[in-house]
């Protein structure tokens, strides 16, 4: 008989997403009476609901009363599954093939020492290359960039995908711009912009904004077309017709712990040509898609939920490093991700909880060295933004974020140190027997 499986999964105003992820739960490979899906409702303020209820009556709805973010609503999901021998964790902007689950429980049962096994996971969409080709020139004065064109918008039909693209090499940062040319990134004279690509989308017209410090010639490649333009200094669009062939890139394949300090997910923004292929061990795993172990978690503990958004899982799995867990990588369990769907990559939001969760997950589990130098340097750094913008007589929103940010780590520092000697002091596990209970 095979294992019976919980699956957690949290739904904020995002009803539609939830639907479709259970959509594809639904056509899994597994026994529908060996899989209990938990839904955890963030109290949204929409009507998902209701939406939810109507749709997928079969799941098992919990309702927050709070928003308890995704470490609370995993931790409420979790103690909400009854009499299951492993519990999955997924997220509603993930889609599952219907062999994802069965290579997960085989990697949790191929040892008593793995406690998670998480799965190949991809973007979405799938991608093509846009190639531009231009003369650099390097500005007058203290910028020592070499700057070929700039890039402020990019439409297929009607649909706006600038903000979509992923800006694969040859870009400098994002910078702000007016009416006519909002936010827009020089190129450094050659530069890859990796174009989100649907099946509707074959032969449709491509529609790219750009413009220059004057009057230059721009090489335009995509697929086997090349077209040769001329771009001026006030921004225009130019058309470019979808072709080549698009490719699968990777979200995550794992985590890494790189220079015993900073997370990084394993593969991100690589075309998927096989590299990732091999199944293995890795630091983390990524709370997009992971099945766990109840004794792992027994062990370890639930998420901290002082993280609320963003780190906690790479929290739960560098505690569990330092508990002598193990993590499988299993390649042949694959998700399509909608990347930072309800907080939006790089908002106000996203960075506050990336900045400040990162030093408390520092704090939990690094060394004491690194965590005080890396605290110390985001002091610094928080205090060059305040000097600056005290300097120009404005606050920008990043300085504020910063402060907010700071602060808040100073304020959850004490705890999360207290939970970093606790978890050092609790005794070990005793070594599992192959073949023991599954939960």
């Keep these: 008989m095979k294992p019976r499986v919980g699956v957690g999964i949290l739904n904020y105003n995002r009803a539609s997403l939830t639907i479709k992820c259970l959509d ?9 009476d060996r899989l209990e899906i938990v839904v955890v409702d963030n109290n949204s303020s929409d009507d998902s609901v209701t939406r939810l209820k109507l749709t997928h009556p079969d799941i098992r709805l919990v309702t927050s009363t709070t928003n308890r973010g995704f470490a609370g609503g995993c931790n409420l999901a979790i103690k909400s599954m009854t009499d299951v021998d492993y519990v999955a964790l997924l997220n509603n902007d993930a889609m599952v093939e219907p062999g994802w689950l069965e290579p997960l429980v085989e990697a949790l049962e191929s040892s008593p020492w793995v406690g998670a096994a998480c799965s190949k996971i991809l973007f979405a969409t799938k991608y093509v290359d846009l ?21 402020s918008g990019l439409k297929i039909g009607q649909d706006d995908r600038f903000h979509k693209c992923h800006f694969a090499s040859g870009f400098w940062g994002q910078e702000p711009g007016g009416n006519r040319e909002p936010d ?3 190129t450094d004279g050659h530069a890859v912009l990796r174009v989100p690509y649907e099946e509707e989308d074959v032969g449709t017209i491509c529609r790219l904004r750009v413009s220059a410090e004057d009057t230059k010639p721009l090489l335009v490649r995509m697929g086997e077309q090349q077209t040769e333009v001329e771009v ?23 985590s890494d712990l790189v220079d015993s300090r900073n997370s990084a997910d394993r593969g991100i923004f690589q075309p998927d040509t096989g590299q990732f292929d091999e199944p293995g061990h890795v630091f983390a795993w990524c709370g997009c898609s992971v099945l766990l172990s109840p004794r792992y978690l027994e062990d370890v503990g639930l998420f901290d939920e002082t ?9 739960l799995s560098w505690r569990g490093q330092r508990r002598g867990w193990s993590y499988a990588y299993v390649p042949k369990s694959v998700v399509r991700h909608f990347h930072a769907s309800t907080t939006g990559e790089y908002s106000d939001l996203f960075n506050f909880y990336v900045w400040r969760n990162r ?12 965590a005080v130098k890396e605290s110390s340097d985001f002091i610094a750094h928080v205090l060059r933004h305040v000097r600056s913008d005290l300097r120009n007589r404005r606050l920008s929103k990043t300085t504020t974020t910063l402060v907010k940010a700071l602060i808040s780590f100073l304020v959850h520092a004490p705890f999360a140190f207290y939970a970093r000697v606790r978890t050092g002091l609790r005794s070990r596990r005793a070594p599992l027997q192959i073949g023991s209970a599954a939960s």
């Design 232 to 254: 001026h200094n006030m921004p225009a669009w130019i058309e470019v017709k979808l072709c080549g062939k698009p490719f699968d890139m990777i979200n995550n394949a794992g």
């Design 359 to 370: 030093l408390l997950v520092l704090v939990k589990n690094a060394s004491t060295a690194i």
């Design 131 to 151: 190639e531009l080709e231009s003369p650099s020139f390097r500005p007058i004065g203290t910028d020592t960039r070499d700057l070929g064109v700039r890039v």
């Design 307 to 315: 993280f609320f958004l963003y780190y906690e899982d790479f929290d």
């Design 24 to 32: 594809h739960l639904h056509r899994l490979d597994w026994p529908a």
């Design 184 to 186: 827009f990134r020089w």
